[in-house]
Structures are given as C-alpha cells and as structure tokens.
C-alpha cells in the first residue's frame, strides 16, 4: 500500500466519482431517513443511549474514505467502532469497501440488520459484532477502523483509542473523526487526506 506520511495538512482530496448525482443523492437521502426516523423511533425505545445526531459530516466521512481506498490493491476491510444505527457502514459499503460494525448495544444491531433488509439490497451486507470495543481483540482484522466519539467519559475514550491504536496491525489506516490526545506518536504517523481531520496509519 502506497501512503504519503508527512505531518502537515497540505493534501487536499478532490471528491472522487465513484458515487455521483443521482447515485450519491439515493445514499445520502436514504442515510438521513435512517437517522431521522429509525432514529426517532429507536430513541423512544433506547432513552439515553439514543445519539440523535453527531455533527461529523456524511461529506467529509466520504471524501475520507473516497481518498484512502484508491492505495489498496483488494476490497479493504473497513470497521466503526460503536456503529449507532450503522450509516457511516452503509457509506462504506457504497464506496467498495466491506463494512463491519462493531457496537455493544445490541439493540442498534437490530436495527442495522432491518435496515439492510428494509433497503432492498440495495447495500452492501453489513457484517455486525456485538461487542466492547475497549475488550475487542480482532483490530488486527481491519484496514481502516474509525471511530466517533463512542463512548463520552474522557477515560473511558482514552481506553478505547488505545486499545484501537494498539490492537490494529501495520498500514491500518486509523480515523478517529475527532480529536484524541497525541499518545501514539510512537505507533503511527499522522496521513494528510484532508484539512482539519486526523488520519493516522499504523506503523
Ligand atoms: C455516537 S454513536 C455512533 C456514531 C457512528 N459511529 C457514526 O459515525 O454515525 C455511539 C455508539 O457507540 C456505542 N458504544 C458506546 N460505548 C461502546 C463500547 N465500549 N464499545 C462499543 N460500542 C460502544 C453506542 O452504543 C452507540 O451506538
């Protein structure tokens, strides 16, 4: 895998054609109704485990993931640690990679599972692992892992990433879509795909 490490921010991706107009509107639409209604309805069963909207954009998740996978010669095997209702999968899925959610909350699997039957098809199968990502011991699985914000006790965070950052296996390109302290600098080299986002890739 061929990956410019450098430690500045001058790199900038061009949004790739891969999914376009018409295409790309179907995915996004269909991942807003997720969010909207699924979500609404999942709330009222969930009560405070609900997340009802995180402020990371579908955009910047995409041109992310649009970049990173023209430096893979295969498929690459693409993780979120602590899915939610799955989305960011399904985008993952759309853009040519084969997508895992890994959640300890096994009601949001449900729905993910419903939700890929209810779009006809029309996705990528999400393989789904009920599991806690701070115990999960199959990083080494992944090409590129990302994660946001599961889990909101700093502490626990902290945990969390290590365990990520730790457990993932060489050239795993990391994408924590916010910030996490600077801890690994030994483990990993900061990637520039795009302003103001941390991409790490494991040494
Ligand atoms: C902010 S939401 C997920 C957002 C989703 N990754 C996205 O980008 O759309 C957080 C999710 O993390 C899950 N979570 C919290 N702690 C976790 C843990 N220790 N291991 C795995 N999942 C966890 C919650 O159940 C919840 O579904």
Wanted: net charge neutral.
């Amino acid at each position: 895998m061929k990956m410019t490490c450098h430690h500045t921010l001058d790199l900038h991706c061009e949004r790739d054609a891969s999914l376009k107009g018409e295409q790309l509107g179907y995915v996004l639409g269909a991942m807003h109704w997720l969010e909207k209604s699924v979500g609404e309805v999942l709330s009222k069963k969930l009560d405070e485990e609900y997340y009802n909207n995180i402020s990371f954009s579908y955009a910047f998740f995409m041109d992310g993931l649009q970049h990173i996978i023209k430096h893979f010669d295969r498929q690459p095997k693409f993780l979120d640690v602590g899915c939610g209702l799955g989305t960011k999968c399904f985008l993952a899925g759309c853009l040519g990679y084969v997508p895992t959610g890994l959640d300890c909350n096994p009601n949001y699997l449900k729905v993910v599972k419903q939700m890929g039957k209810g779009l006809n098809g029309g996705f990528q199968p999400i393989k789904m692992i009920e599991a806690d990502g701070i115990t999960f011991d199959h990083y080494d699985e992944y090409d590129v892992i990302y994660w946001y914000l599961p889990i909101r006790d700093p502490a626990m965070m902290i945990k969390l990433s290590d365990a990520i950052f730790e457990g993932a296996k060489p050239g795993t390109v990391l994408f924590p879509a916010s910030l996490v302290s600077w801890r690994h600098g030994d483990k990993c080299e900061r990637i520039d795909i795009i302003p103001k986002l941390q991409y790490f890739i494991k040494k």
